[in-house]
């Protein structure tokens, strides 16, 4: 079988809903093609949707990682609580918050991305010509996407592993992993959004001649 055939049974694969099916159909080859290729599709979806949708692109994902690390230091307060003054313990206290720290981990990372608060080298760019600085910016764009694509196909893997194994989470019942694993590629989707709105920006700068490269600002927009 073509990669392209193999490409094109990861979407009957996924439309079938049968974990099976999407195991086998994401171990062939042809899956790095089509994440290659919903990579820079769901990618720009996310772009659009940011764009038609100011509070979510302002709120989305540091809203979500706020939540879910507020849910991490609950469970682990209600815990310590439980164990030292009930003498009792709930089995997922422990098992739980680390998935949930992942989820958190993942979208906050896509939130830092928008801010360019990653390694930039802004201080040395800064004092490249408007063509080097679009250069650099285009190779990070590139990095970035390779990144994302990388991620999201060894993810949705994983996943469908996960689930066509019914996995639970340690210490809980009814709990699956592969619902804290499909946030992954979620999250490296709205990540490559992030990237190609920032490098859509950068080039409507570029050829306007506005200031390419800003300082970037931890904690805050730039």
């Known amino acids: 079988m073509s990669i392209v055939a193999e490409a094109v049974a990861v979407i009957g694969a996924i439309f079938s809903g049968s974990s099976w099916e999407m195991r086998s159909a994401f171990d062939t080859n042809g899956m790095w093609l089509f994440c290659f290729f919903a990579t820079l599709i769901c990618g720009y979806l996310a772009h659009l949707f940011y764009n038609y949708v100011p509070f979510a692109e302002r709120h989305l994902e540091r809203g979500l990682s706020v939540i879910v690390y507020l849910i991490i230091a609950a469970i682990i307060c209600w815990g310590v609580i439980d164990r030292f003054i009930f003498s ?110 920032n490098w859509l920006e950068d080039w409507n700068n570029y050829r306007s001649g506005d200031q390419i490269i800003k300082q970037a600002v931890i904690g805050g927009d730039v």
């Open 88 to 197: 009792h313990q709930w089995s997922g206290s422990t098992t739980i918050p680390p998935f949930l720290f992942m989820v958190m981990a993942w979208f906050a990372c896509s939130y830092n991305v928008k801010l360019r608060t990653h390694l930039s080298f802004s201080e040395f760019r800064a004092k490249m010509s408007p063509t080097g600085q679009m250069a650099t910016l285009t190779m990070d764009s590139l990095l970035w996407l390779g990144f994302c694509w990388i991620a999201i196909t060894t993810s949705l893997r994983f996943t469908a592993l996960s689930a066509d194994n019914f996995q639970l989470v340690d210490g809980v019942d009814d709990v699956m992993k592969w619902w804290f694993y499909i946030t992954v590629p979620i999250a490296f989707t709205l990540m490559a959004g992030r990237v190609i709105g």
